[in-house]
């Protein structure tokens, strides 16, 4: 008989629920003043988290696939920071591919965790169980993968749809705030550019595909990313991609 992964209910004061609306509109601020400043996306992340993190957990709990990974929690990060191994994989698999992106935008797997480390010390990590840190650092760490995955570029344009893909698949509270403030600053900056139907298609794209926090990715980087993106249901963001033309 499965058993459930549940913990018990955690109320809204709970450390783990808790938000920080103030922080997290300054952290907003600052990253449209410098949309470089990675650091302000996990400030905003934590300040506005709230209890999203036990859901996608629960999420996982319900199926084979999510419960291994729950039990054997393999690293991301370890993978994607080899490159030498990278590098040997086939041309066109989605590990090669991923190599190539992070080597031409400059880009590391390590980077990602020393940019969550710029926001302040995250005491609620203490209560989380360790299905729930586990989680939260691959959803993390796999953020580039998901550009590769999905042909969002690392340009203000690329990045605003991404997160709006990521937070439709993995409903996060802070990666939706960014979005929200993002598409005013478009709408100001860009007004003959229609960043709202942008926005939907990195929505509408995330409801169509698999659940990508529940694939086994340290299994699957030697596989072609074409014939993986046909799998998972992951359709080009033509949009986008006419929106970059022009």
């Known amino acids: 008989m499965q058993t459930s992964t549940r913990r018990?209910?955690?109320?809204?004061?709970?450390?783990?629920?808790?938000?920080?609306?103030?922080?997290?509109?300054?952290?907003?601020?600052?990253?449209?003043?410098?949309?470089?400043?990675?650091?302000?996306?996990?400030?905003?992340?934590?300040?506005?988290?709230?209890?999203?993190?036990?859901?996608?957990?629960?999420?996982?709990?319900?199926?084979?696939?999510?419960?291994?990974?729950?039990?054997?929690?393999?690293?991301?990060?370890?993978r994607?920071?080899?490159?030498?191994?990278?590098?040997?994989?086939?041309?066109?698999s989605l590990g090669r591919v991923y190599l190539d992106f992070v080597l031409a935008g400059n880009l590391s797997a390590e980077g990602l965790v020393a940019a969550s480390e710029e926001a302040p010390r995250d005491e609620s990590r203490e209560w989380l169980d360790p299905e729930e840190m586990w989680l939260a650092d691959r959803l993390r760490d796999f953020h580039d993968l998901q550009h590769v995955l999905t042909g969002y570029g690392r340009d203000e344009l690329g990045e605003l749809c991404l997160l709006s893909?990521?937070?439709?698949?993995?409903?996060?509270?802070?990666?939706?705030?960014?979005?929200?403030?993002?598409?005013?600053?478009?709408?100001?900056?860009?007004?003959h550019m229609d960043v709202?139907?942008?926005?939907?298609?990195?929505?509408?794209?995330?409801?169509?595909?698999r659940w990508l926090?529940?694939?086994?990715w340290e299994k699957r980087l030697a596989e072609p990313l074409q014939a993986l993106r046909a799998e998972l249901g992951l359709q080009a963001p033509a949009r986008y991609l006419a929106a970059q033309r022009h």
């Open 196 to 209: 709202d139907a942008l926005v939907r298609e990195g929505r509408d794209i995330a409801r169509a595909a």
């Open 80 to 92: 994607l920071s080899d490159r030498e191994a990278l590098a040997a994989m086939p041309e066109g």
């Open 165 to 191: 893909f990521m937070t439709s698949q993995t409903y996060n509270r802070g990666i939706s705030f960014i979005v929200f403030m993002g598409r005013r600053k478009y709408r100001q900056a860009m007004p």
């Open 8 to 78: 018990p209910w955690r109320g809204p004061f709970h450390p783990v629920n808790r938000v920080q609306p103030i922080t997290a509109l300054r952290a907003v601020r600052a990253l449209i003043r410098n949309p470089e400043s990675t650091g302000e996306v996990f400030k905003v992340i934590q300040a506005l988290k709230g209890g999203s993190l036990r859901q996608s957990v629960d999420r996982m709990s319900a199926h084979e696939a999510g419960r291994e990974l729950l039990r054997s929690k393999p690293s991301i990060l370890e």
């Open 213 to 216: 926090p529940e694939v086994h």
